[in-house]
């Protein structure tokens, strides 16, 4: 069997496991966000936090909520790393510097999961299991809990027996119960597929258990040091909660945390499982699963398209050193080949994630654009947990006004008007992060000293050109304010230049969205549904699905074309 | 005023309680249920993969080793390792041992993340074809790709089951082996895709070097 056939098996197999979990799935997590009823653990939980989970919260009470969580594990996150050195269970390991400390608090909370430090040199037990691993799965809580107010938003007043939260009928501009949405998610969801998924990987070779670092001799009679570590158990909710912060610094390249092809197209099938199968869970409590398939077909075009874009180009394997070498396998580990390693590489930049079994940094120029552009997409195709439903719910208000202004009608979306106020929002939206990602790389090739940080740089020793360079740091902030977290790591990223700048890109970038998403929702939640006419876009329909998918494109081409043409598209062209 | 500011602070309050008691279920109870079940049932695989030969843990099934001649000046820490020619060789590996943040000198796994277009990967892809092709003695158009290029997680356990090939009449020969035997333990060695379409055929180095010794001593 060629590589090319066995990779397009792998995605074909990959796919009809999706197609699998996507009904159960959604419909299991429409289920749990309009239950009425909570679980005994659940109840405690309210308890301590000193939270009636019945209370119904307008759109500003959502978001202080939101705010106020995220703002005290920022905080929690940062102290936790700076005290390390003196907390037990920390592997002789010491603290973190504080520009390191912020930018990985930020990264963590913010769902992006970017790493300046070194995993198995910096992060001892206490850190990645009881602050690390935390944040993977209440950041993904959070980010599901905005999208599900936002398809309140959509639902309300209509699907008022659907979109019920926590009890108590909800009222108009009701947006759902914060504490409910952010305790469910983690505790009917994000845990039992953990629990389940751990066990899996642990049985294949991924490591779970408590031990130091150790040194064991070698076969020819040398030492080799061996890592311990609560590595399984973080490794999965790593993939489930679109997250992608490794336990080591080679992430899910790394033996331990990927041991072998299986464990491979499983942790990719953990990285799409929630954010394909929310579009069902939208659908459902909209009230129209067809709304949801259109949605999907979206993402899942961009995605299979992406995918198949990074297959031909990775196995052309194109550029003077790979050509040398007879083919693109530097940075990708002979497990998993050319093919996997494609697959896995987009998923996880069409994602928030940013967990690498490969490094982009080394693919062929192209391949690298095009995790890049994935990114650009502002990630969703499908998106990160949440993040990526609410991101292509924005882009299809966009859509949806656009042919409203060709047929001069007011644009409605699901049976709710978009007017000025709402469009307003879902631009504003759309500008944060392009914003954030120009403006900070524009800077630092600018300023005096951040450029030192680049490594593959013409006038250096390592001899890349500076179109590379260029991408690496182009890569680091549309990484971070798109709340991905791979790198091009060709670039030496602590600094505290760039802790501090990318540490801003990732809360600005993942925080202001929210602000807006939740005003829109809010906005929609106020509204009379307006009904049916023949005049009404039909947006469960095909074309609406290419309409939607050209609109991503263009706004994306229009914002990033200039700055991919100096970097990806630079060298792909020269080599 | 001061209203707004009781307010924030009570928020802030049951954010934090929130977190705390989040931090109990997904960072200790969650971790440790795994843990006791991972190492009830899979122990083996939940502690590492680990080898033993006569008793003594060898290394990692899942972690690539080095197989070097010792040093001609041990105390030199410049010196380029020679590879030893009686064991078959595994994939070149970007793996440091920066000491980051540490009292430790920890193996740093990861890539080397050269570009494409990198002049210092070109220039090591040369390199690793001339070298490899004198060590084995075959022409430098049949060495295979992974061995001229270095793996994502520096310790990569496997090779391509060409290059395994490409190396038995090499290791044969320092042996004192016979090269259709040696053959042999490598097409035994030689684990295919899994499922028939997962990943890509390879040969675990250590399993294989371990199989070689037993070779070597019958």
Redesign the interface.
């Known amino acids: 069997?060629s590589?090319v056939l066995?990779g397009v098996?792998?995605l074909l197999?990959l796919v009809a496991a999706l197609a699998l979990a996507y009904r159960p799935l959604g419909d299991y997590m429409a289920a749990v966000y309009s239950s009425d009823k909570h679980l005994r653990?659940e109840r405690w939980?309210y308890r301590?936090?000193?939270?009636n989970p019945s209370v119904g919260m307008r759109w500003p009470a959502y978001l202080?909520?939101v705010l106020?969580?995220?703002?005290?594990?920022v905080l929690?996150l940062y102290a936790l790393q700076r005290l390390q050195g003196s907390l037990p269970g920390s592997l002789?390991?010491?603290s973190?510097?504080p520009d390191q400390a912020f930018n990985t608090a930020a990264s963590f909370v913010s769902n992006t999961n970017w790493q300046s430090?070194?995993g198995?040199?910096?992060m001892g037990h206490v850190v990645q299991?009881?602050?690390l691993?935390?944040q993977n799965?209440?950041s993904a809580a959070v980010g599901i809990a905005v999208a599900v107010a936002l398809v309140r938003g959509f639902a309300l007043p209509r699907a008022l027996g659907s979109a019920r939260a926590g009890g108590t009928p909800i009222r108009s501009g009701e947006l759902g119960n914060f504490?409910a949405d952010?305790?469910r998610g983690?505790?009917r969801i994000l845990?039992p597929i953990?629990?389940v998924g751990?066990?899996v990987l642990?049985?294949?070779?991924?490591?779970?258990?408590?031990?130091g670092?150790h040194e064991?001799?070698?076969?020819?009679g040398?030492t080799?040091?061996?890592?311990?570590g609560?590595v399984?158990?973080?490794e999965v909710?790593k993939e489930l909660g679109t997250n992608g912060g490794g336990y080591?610094?080679?992430n899910s390249?790394?033996?331990?945390e990927n041991?072998?092809?299986?464990t491979?197209?499983f942790e990719i099938f953990l990285i799409l499982l929630i954010p394909f199968a929310l579009t069902r869970t939208f659908g459902r409590m909209v009230g129209s699963v067809k709304q949801g398939y259109a949605i999907l077909a979206t993402m899942a075009t961009i995605w299979l398209a992406f995918v198949g874009l990074m297959m031909w180009t990775e196995f052309h394997g194109?550029?003077?050193?790979?050509e040398?070498?007879?083919?693109?396998?530097?940075?990708?580990?002979?497990?998993?080949?050319i093919?996997?390693?494609s697959i896995f590489a987009v998923s996880t930049t069409l994602t928030s994630t940013g967990a690498?079994?490969?490094?982009h940094?080394?693919?062929?120029?192209f391949g690298?654009g095009v995790t890049m552009l994935g990114m650009m997409l502002g990630e969703i195709a499908p998106g990160g947990v949440g993040s990526g439903l609410y991101g292509m719910l924005i882009m299809a208000i966009i859509a949806v006004f656009i042919a409203g202004l060709m047929v001069g009608r007011t644009p409605e979306y699901l049976g709710k008007k978009l007017g000025t106020r709402e469009i307003k929002l879902a631009a504003c939206y759309i500008l944060v992060t392009p914003a954030l990602v120009l403006v900070f790389t524009a800077l630092s090739m600018a300023l005096p000293t951040p450029p030192d940080s680049i490594?593959?740089t013409a006038q250096n020793?390592?001899?890349?050109?500076g179109a590379?360079g260029f991408s690496d740091v182009l890569y680091a902030f549309t990484s971070g304010a798109n709340n991905n977290g791979s790198a091009?790591?060709?670039l030496n990223a602590?600094t505290q230049w760039y802790n501090t700048t990318i540490g801003l890109a990732m809360l600005l970038g993942r925080f202001v969205p929210m602000v807006f998403v939740l005003a829109l929702a809010g906005s929609l939640a106020e509204q009379k549904p307006v009904p049916e006419t023949a005049g009404t876009l039909r947006t469960e329909k095909p074309l609406f699905a290419g309409l939607l998918v050209g609109t991503i494109i263009i706004i994306t081409g229009l914002t990033y074309f200039p700055a991919l043409a100096l970097g990806p598209m630079a060298?792909g062209l020269?080599? | 005023m001061n209203n707004s500011f009781v307010n924030?602070a009570r928020?802030?309050?049951?954010?934090?309680?929130?977190?705390?008691?989040?931090?109990l279920?997904?960072?200790?109870l969650?971790?440790l249920?795994?843990?006791g079940?991972?190492?009830a049932?899979?122990h083996d695989?939940?502690?590492?993969?680990?080898i033993e030969?006569n008793g003594?843990?060898?290394?990692?099934t899942?972690?690539g080793?080095?197989?070097?001649l010792p040093k001609k000046n041990p105390s030199d820490p410049e010196e380029a390792p020679r590879p030893?020619p009686k064991?078959f060789q595994p994939?070149p590996s970007a793996?440091g041992t920066?000491?980051?943040?540490?009292?430790?000198s920890?193996?740093?796994?990861?890539?080397?993340?050269?570009?494409?277009?990198?002049?210092?990967?070109?220039d090591s892809?040369?390199e690793r074809?001339t070298a490899y092709a004198e060590l084995n003695g075959v022409k430098e158009s049949e060495v295979?790709?992974?061995a001229?290029?270095?793996?994502?997680?520096?310790?990569?356990?496997?090779?391509?089951p060409e290059n395994a090939e490409l190396q038995a009449a090499r290791v044969a020969k320092a042996n004192g082996l016979d090269k259709a035997q040696v053959e042999k333990v490598v097409k035994e060695h030689t684990e295919g895709?899994?499922?028939?379409?997962?990943?890509?055929p390879?040969v675990n180095v250590?399993e294989l070097?371990?199989a070689l010794?037993e070779l070597a001593k019958s």
């Open positions: 069997m590589p066995a098996l792998q197999a653990v939980i301590c936090i000193g939270a202080r909520g106020a969580f995220s703002a005290v594990s929690f002789g390991f010491v973190i510097d430090y070194y198995e040199q910096a299991t009881a602050g691993a935390v799965f209440v504490w952010l305790v983690t505790v845990i953990s629990i751990a066990i642990v049985a294949c070779g991924a490591i779970q258990n408590f031990a670092i064991v001799g070698t076969l020819t040398g080799q040091q061996i890592n311990g609560a399984a158990s973080q909710i080591f610094n080679a390249a790394h033996p331990f041991p072998n092809a299986f491979n197209l194109s550029g003077p050193a790979l040398a070498a007879g083919g693109a396998m530097e940075g990708k580990e002979t497990r998993f080949g093919g996997a390693s690498v079994d490969s490094f940094s080394s693919f062929t120029g690298g490594y593959n020793a390592v001899g890349g050109s590379h091009f790591a060709g602590d060298e020269s080599s | 924030s928020l802030l309050g049951a954010g934090l309680r929130a977190l705390l008691v989040l931090t279920v997904c960072g200790v969650y971790p249920l795994v843990t079940v991972a190492q049932v899979f695989q939940a502690n590492g993969s680990e030969k003594k843990v060898v290394g990692s899942l972690y080793q080095t197989y070097d030893d064991w994939r793996a920066n000491s980051v943040n540490t009292q430790y920890i193996l740093l796994s990861g890539a080397s993340n050269l570009a494409a277009d990198s002049k210092v990967l070109l892809v040369k074809r295979p790709v992974d001229l290029t270095a793996s994502a997680s520096g310790i990569d356990p496997h090779i391509s895709r899994t499922a028939g379409f997962l990943g890509e390879r250590l070097n371990l010794e």
